[in-house]
């Protein structure tokens, strides 16, 4: 797909979508629901349906597809019928505004605790490093049961499950998300998958499962209305690959051969997030932009993601080194970025501390340039 002449503002059509520019919400998860049911409420409903409005589409926060697959008490589901009919209202919502909306279907692996629905699953029984965040507080991350083949094909089905309820939704499409230490990421890099049999070893087997989702997922969507997360250099939550172009390299190729809408692949986050450069991202760092390097292995929509601004995202498109941007933070504190983005307004700042507190505070109050300026 050839960027060389766009923007973040020109237009991009694909056989099943006409999105009006290159500019969409990425997902971020804010534990907006309670946690007992995992059911998107009237906050969700006036979060993306004001984000929606303008952009190519927004990303929903990561879904789980069971309640073992979810690590975050207060972050919504995709496994019953009471989250389905949550999830309608939400659509229904964004689609009244004229936007589209992507379902991020998830499973958690080994980043869940046995305080909310088990002890976690994943390829190897590796424990993450520190506590995770539960329904009763802080606790240690625990030993991870190491799934069987008939474990991880029922996983696989519990996938195509998901995308089924999320057809039943109305979601306009689906992302994997194969990346940031879940499930899909673990088996994929060699520092949290140590498996000998048909899921492990190899870069063919260790791509195995995710492929596996992906097939499940086009069968109910179809690959015109499917994409996935990957982030090959990301730190967060203990991951590394050994030789992470030879794997992504493959992956993408694999992808590409599936036709799959999309990809969006992560800058890598040890960046973003200031956290401590190792040497193979310092190797990495020497030839350019994740995006530069990856683009070219696929031939779909190419989104970037993770600490672009509307000038840096602007010039990877024009660069030719990608189709799309996806912005998260800036989005969470500006329902209206698009018609900043075009005006040169100025910018919302976001509020960390309200990241992951209940209630409408530091999600759904943040103002319209406009209204805010007293023009509404």
């Not at 689609?95 to 002890?119: T, V």
């Not at 172009?245 to 997030?273: G, H, P, T």
């Not at 190792?278 to 031939?299: C, M, P, V």
């Not at 600490?307 to 933070?329: C, L, P, S, Y």
């Amino acid at each position: 797909m050839d960027s060389k002449k766009a923007n973040l503002f020109s237009p991009l059509t694909t056989t099943s979508f006409s999105f009006p520019n290159r500019i969409a919400m990425a997902a971020l998860t804010r534990m907006r629901c309670d946690y007992n049911t995992c059911v998107p409420n009237e906050l969700h409903v006036k979060y993306y349906s004001e984000r929606a409005r303008k952009c190519a589409f927004v990303l929903t926060e990561c879904t789980s597809i069971s309640k073992l697959g979810n690590n975050f008490p207060g972050a919504c589901g995709i496994y019953t019928d009471e989250q389905v009919e949550g999830w309608k209202k939400v659509i229904d919502a964004v689609h009244k505004e004229g936007g589209k909306i992507f379902l991020q279907i998830w499973h958690c692996g080994r980043a869940g605790h046995s305080n909310d629905g088990g002890l976690p699953v994943a390829p190897s029984p590796i424990p993450l490093k520190g506590q995770a965040h539960t329904s009763k507080g802080k606790a240690d991350y625990e030993v991870p049961h190491e799934l069987t083949i008939e474990e991880i094909k029922e996983i696989v089905e519990q996938f195509r499950k998901g995308a089924e309820n999320a057809q039943k939704a109305g979601f306009d499409g689906l992302e994997l998300h194969a990346a940031n230490g879940y499930l899909v990421d673990e088996f994929l890099r060699d520092g949290t998958n140590k498996r000998t049999d048909i899921y492990g070893g190899s870069i063919e087997n260790r791509s195995r499962f995710c492929l596996e989702v992906t097939d499940a997922l086009i069968s109910v969507y179809g690959k015109d209305k499917v994409g996935l997360k990957l982030c090959p250099l990301g730190r967060y939550q203990d991951m590394f690959d050994s030789d992470p172009k030879a794997l992504y390299f493959y992956l993408l190729k694999q992808l590409s051969d599936r036709n799959v809408l999309f990809i969006e692949l992560a800058e890598c986050d040890a960046v973003m997030f200031g956290k401590e450069i190792d040497d193979q991202i310092r190797e990495f760092a020497k030839e350019g932009t994740l995006a530069s390097i990856f683009r070219k292995y696929f031939n779909g929509i190419y989104v970037t993601n993770c600490g672009w601004t509307k000038e840096t995202g602007n010039q990877i498109i024009e660069d030719g080194h990608a189709d799309m941007v996806t912005f998260g933070r800036l989005f969470l504190a500006n329902p209206d970025l698009v018609e900043r983005f075009q005006n040169n307004w100025e910018l919302n700042e976001g509020n960390v501390k309200t990241w992951f507190t209940p209630g409408a505070e530091g999600y759904t109050d943040y103002p319209f340039y406009e209204k805010n300026n007293g023009n509404i």
